[in-house]
Structure formats: C-alpha cells, structure tokens
C-alpha cells in the first residue's frame, strides 16, 4: 500500500512556541490530506481537510489561526501550532488521500507542550 | 451528517476466544465506504479493511471477518480464536467520498 510520513514523530516544546508538523505522501500524488487530532484514549477527531493549492477547511472549534496547514505542493502538508499550549498537547495523525478515494494515514505525531 | 457508533467502550476476552466489534454508522448518502482501523499502542493506524456501500458481501481474511447489513446500518467485526497481539483499539470509521470520520473506538483487551 502507499506510504505517508510524518515528521518528526514526536516533539516536546515550550509553551507558547510553535510547532510545525509535515505529512508527505511517499509514493502518490495526493490533492488531498486531512489532519487528525488524538486525545489520550479518545477517538481520532479531523481538524481539518486540506486541498493541493487552496486553503484548508478547518472543522467547527477548530481555530485556523492557531492551527496553520499549508499544502503546497502534491506530496506535502504541513500543520503549524502556534503559540502552543498545554492543552495542545496531543497526537497528530495526518492522512493522503489518493485520486482513487484511498486514504492512507501516517504514524502520527506526539506533541507535548511543557 | 455522518456519524458512527462504537457502543462498546472495552472488551476483555480470554485468549481463543471470539470477539465481536459493534459498529452502527448513520448517512443519508447512497454512496459511502466504511473502514475498520486498529490501533496498537504505539499508535499507528493499521488499516484492516474498506467496503463500499454497494457491496454487502461479508468478508473473511485469516480470523478476521466482517458482517455489512446495510439494514439496520451496521458494519460488525468478529475476531475469531483471539490473541493477545489482538489487543488494541478498533475504530470503525465512515466516509462519504470525502473526509473520513471515526468512531469512538473499542479498545480490546485478550488475555492469555
């Protein structure tokens, strides 16, 4: 199957510093990618869903200017926190879809925000 | 709107045992694709199948099998002869040719 990466895999920062998280598709051109929040024992919550060239679609709740995704090109998305928080702290998970409708996740990202 | 329902917060077997994942999900799309997904500790998505709306066909794969009835709009995951490297979250998940959206997960525990 396809290969989607995530950098770094996990990540400690400093309260009020910001993050940035990259997702790429290793193998496909995906148009579109999707973010995924994780809450320790909670489900996967999307964040947002993000199209090649366009702005992302953030989901209700989720603030756009604290959380900034950027697809630029067909292989890279990146998800910027901003002025992190504690309550920030959480597992990433982004997802590539293919022009098949095939969706393929990466292995996620730690973050933990002292 | 879409929404899935994973009623069952934790199951715990013996090991050998059989298992049933519940999964009701809600759409007013014709056309949609259900997913189950486990989740081990370490936190990866292992994607263990998708079926479209338009095929009903359970499947089987190994000791996994999965019961569709669009019916009574459930999509059921049975572990057969389960083992402890089964244990993890499950999450059923539903997708209308677009976003994909999760369950709340059923975290299963087997015990040797």
């Known amino acids: 199957g396809a290969v989607v990466s995530q950098h770094p895999s996990w990540v400690i920062c400093k309260s009020g510093t910001s993050v940035k998280i990259e997702c790429r598709s290793l193998?496909?051109?995906?148009?579109?990618m999707f973010w995924y929040r994780q809450f320790p024992k909670q489900s996967l919550m999307l964040m947002a869903t993000s199209n090649e060239g366009s702005k992302a679609t953030y989901e209700q709740g989720v603030e756009k200017d604290k959380f900034l995704i950027n697809h630029a090109s067909l292989t890279l998305s990146t998800l910027t926190v901003t002025s992190a928080h504690p309550e920030d702290s959480s597992f990433y998970i982004c997802?590539?879809?293919?022009?098949?409708?095939?969706?393929?996740f990466g292995p996620g990202t730690r973050l933990t925000v002292t | 709107a879409q929404k899935v329902t994973q009623a069952q917060t934790e199951i715990s077997v013996v090991e050998k045992e059989d298992v049933t994942l519940d999964c009701v999900y809600e759409t007013r799309d014709t056309t949609y694709y259900l997913f189950w997904y486990k989740q081990p500790p370490s936190g990866e998505l292992v994607f263990l199948i998708r079926r479209n709306s338009f095929d009903e066909q359970n499947e089987i794969s190994g000791r996994y099998s999965w019961n569709f009835q669009k019916s009574t709009s459930s999509f059921n995951f049975t572990i057969t002869a389960s083992q402890v490297v089964d244990s993890a979250v499950y999450f059923c998940a539903l997708s209308e040719a677009g976003d994909m959206r999760f369950g709340a997960g059923t975290r299963l525990t087997v015990k040797p």
């Open positions: 193998d496909f051109q995906a148009t579109t």
């Open positions: 997802s590539a879809r293919t022009a098949t409708y095939e969706q393929y």
